[in-house]
């Protein structure tokens, strides 16, 4: 039986980590045990521990509790902690998700120990260096000795920078595992924090967006400007950072039409997606949420790793320019976008492990 050590720390990793932890006790737990760090670079209970409870994932059996802090604090912490636990524990191999801090430090502990690294979406590439994300996943992808492709553009990412087909595996996305899953649970047992009919989700939470005041200032104007132009609410559930950021500088002036709410749990998500006309964000993971629930989405950067969404007409890149997000909205609104077919067939999770049981 392979022992192998989970990383999380952030709300993507506990979504895509659901898939993998449900696959493995429902039809591997014979062959793979499964234990689960959590870094803690999501410490709020409302961002970490609701995860948990509600997609039922196994309660970590390691919790570092690194807190927030500077990117270099943060990952020289994570790694520190996880490299203590590879060396006192046998593990043969370590699976890391995603883009972000926990998954660098990770896989750089796990490699610089000989254990092998199974990168969960990799091949990503947005070609904005300027985004700690990308650093974070080019270097995982680069320490991986399993590379699972969500789409075969990411497929052809990995081929452009070197790596050999069979360190690459197009598994498809455990997200949309997920959705298919968990989007009908979510319909019926979740009551949102908001009563209209007619709403537009948004959420924003990119260093890129919120330390920035301009580029901030611009979005949160233009949030305002779409409730009267479409006549429509926005919900916004907001990061706790993001909000203590908005309040020290002094924005005051929402409208009363967006509702203001702290994060929403996944299932809380997913309900809102199917109810919405819309989204608005600049997290890579509600992009395809969205596109699984059947809305078109306006992406609050200059560029996206999901490019597939883009050439579909499915989003549209709108960055923090205000006139752009409203063009963007006016053309997307209430517009369903077709079916995707690049995410591959709801089954990532079982085509991942399989592969590691090898």
């Not at 449900?22 to 999501?42: V, W």
């Not at 260096?129 to 990995?158: C, G, W, Y």
């Not at 997606?273 to 964000?281: A, D, I, N």
Request: charged letters at 20%; a negative charge.
């Amino acid at each position: 039986m392979k022992r192998i050590l989970t990383i999380v720390g952030a709300r993507p990793q506990f979504i895509k980590a659901a898939a993998i932890s449900h696959t493995i006790r429902e039809k591997f737990a014979d062959s793979i045990c499964e234990d689960i760090l959590h870094t803690g670079q999501h410490y709020d209970d409302a961002m970490s521990g609701r995860f948990f409870e509600e997609l039922d994932i196994p309660q970590p059996k390691y919790n570092l509790g690194v807190g927030s802090g500077s990117h270099g604090v943060q990952t020289a912490t994570m790694l520190n902690g996880i490299e203590e636990i590879l060396l006192s524990a046998h593990y043969d191999g370590l699976l890391v998700y995603g883009d972000t801090n926990s998954t660098l430090a990770g896989a750089l502990a796990a490699s610089k120990l000989h254990i092998p690294v199974y990168h969960v979406e990799a091949g990503l590439r947005s070609f904005n260096r300027d985004m700690p994300e990308e650093i974070n996943r080019i270097v995982t992808d680069h320490v991986s000795s399993l590379l699972f492709a969500p789409t075969q553009t990411a497929v052809k990412n990995l081929q452009n920078e070197g790596f050999k087909d069979g360190n690459i595996v197009f598994s498809g996305d455990v997200m949309f595992d997920n959705v298919l899953h968990y989007a009908p649970i979510a319909i019926q047992n979740t009551h949102l924090r908001i009563e209209s009919s007619s709403f537009i989700l948004a959420t924003l939470h990119r260093d890129f967006n919120t330390d920035n005041h301009e580029r901030l200032t611009n979005i949160l104007s233009a949030l305002n400007s779409i409730t009267e132009q479409f006549n429509t609410e926005i919900l916004l559930p907001l990061h706790p950072r993001t909000r203590k950021i908005i309040d020290s500088m002094g924005f005051n002036s929402f409208s009363n039409r967006i509702c203001v709410t702290e994060p929403l749990s996944y299932l809380e998500t997913l309900a809102a997606l199917q109810k919405s006309r819309l989204v608005l964000t600049d997290s890579g993971g509600l992009q395809k949420e969205a596109n699984f629930s059947g809305k078109c989405c306006v992406v609050l950067r200059p560029e996206t790793e999901w490019v597939e969404l883009v050439d579909d007409g499915a989003a549209l890149l709108a960055d923090a320019d205000s006139d752009l997000i409203l063009e963007a909205t006016a053309k997307l609104i209430d517009k369903t976008p077709k079916p995707t077919t690049h995410f591959g067939n709801g089954h990532a999770a079982e085509i991942i492990i399989k592969h590691l049981v090898v």
